[in-house]
């Protein structure tokens, strides 16, 4: 079955950087893109931007854009999301779904980051 | 960059009643439109894409509908498990978005 288990929550501190990764399987990995998204606490969904996972191509949101960078390594079926200048309000769960350019039908468990001096 | 607008932002229902959602986009996105349901502590939940097309496997209480800049998500008869959070994302360029969601919370 299709499933995307990411890593463990992380706490960081302003100024650094996090790398959250997202381990696909039952499916083939470069036929379907990884999209993130992440949701403050009591906040609505953010999209973030997507991962072409067959070429790499990257498409980011606007507000993010910079500060983000998606990667993918098709030999461990893994995408990767690091968000660097980490800011307090970058506090929230993200989440990796499949999908790219299209509507995410299987989602990750999500993964709690917290920016905390 | 296509912004989406939900309304109401909060609706107060009872089981069995019909409800209905508007998502309005800032453009025209012809019928790239998705509908997700989330319940709290859980990951959203994919329930209509294109619009119309109901997902495999979401109960046909679920029913969407619209195209350019109006949409509307209705379900027919509420569950105890659809007192949760909806969210409308538009997909139709290569930077999607969502809209702000709609709590359904039980009147």
């Known amino acids: 079955q299709i499933h995307l288990e990411q890593s463990g929550a992380e706490v960081k501190k302003p100024g650094g950087s996090v790398k959250v990764s997202c381990k696909a399987s039952?499916?083939?990995?470069?036929?379907?893109?990884i999209t993130w998204v992440r949701q403050a606490p009591g906040q609505g969904l953010e999209w973030m931007g997507w991962?072409?996972?067959?070429?790499?191509?990257?498409y980011y949101g606007p507000i993010l854009q910079g500060r983000v960078t998606m990667t993918a390594d098709t030999s461990t079926n893994t995408a990767y999301m690091e968000l660097k200048s980490l800011k307090f309000d970058d506090t929230a769960v993200y989440y990796c779904?499949?999908?790219?350019?299209?509507?995410?039908?299987?989602w990750g468990q999500g993964t709690l980051v917290t920016v905390s001096s | 960059d296509i912004q989406m607008t939900q309304s109401p932002s909060t609706l107060s229902a009872s089981i069995g009643d019909r409800v209905t959602i508007i998502c309005r986009a800032s453009?025209?996105?012809?019928?790239?439109l998705a509908w997700y349901r989330q319940n709290p502590g859980e990951a959203p939940k994919l329930l209509i894409s294109k619009a119309s097309n109901l997902e495999s496997g979401v109960p046909s209480r679920f029913s969407g509908s619209g195209s350019g800049t109006e949409f509307t998500l209705t379900i027919a008869g509420l569950q105890p498990e659809d007192f949760a959070t909806y969210y409308c994302q538009q997909y139709d360029s290569f930077v999607g978005s969502f809209g702000q969601g709609t709590k359904v919370e039980i009147k």
């Open positions: 991962i072409n996972t067959y070429n790499g191509n990257t």
């Open positions: 453009e025209s996105i012809s019928d790239w």
């Open positions: 779904a499949r999908g790219g350019r299209w509507p995410g039908g299987y």
């Open positions: 039952g499916y083939t990995f470069v036929s379907h893109g």
